[in-house]
């Protein structure tokens, strides 16, 4: 029998748990089944791995999802420093918009 991603994903981190990426793909796969486990592997992203910049989107996002305000609201904030430091503007840009829909601060012009 083939083994789901999620397994293979897990038997990976099994063999390195200190791989960004491999962590990243299994908060990516849990959001999809169980938020909380989501959440956990995003935590130890941002814990561990903070310059990982494609994180903070996601993991903000789910905080907001959550009704995690605050701690949404730094995430983004701490991303967009982050990006901003390691000079991926795309992300940082990414993030200025995601946070300022956040804040309410997203308008179109008429």
Known sequence: MTPTRLEQLLEFYKEDPSDAF??????TEYLKIDTQKSKEY????????PNYVGTYYHAAKLYDELGQKDEAEQVYK???QISRQEGNMHAFSELQQAYNKFMG???EDD
Do not use: I, R
């Open 105 to 107: 601060l997203d308008y």
């Open 78 to 80: 701490k991303g967009m």
């Open 42 to 49: 995003y935590e130890q992203l941002l814990a561990e791995h």
């Open 22 to 27: 491999t962590v990243y793909a299994l908060a």
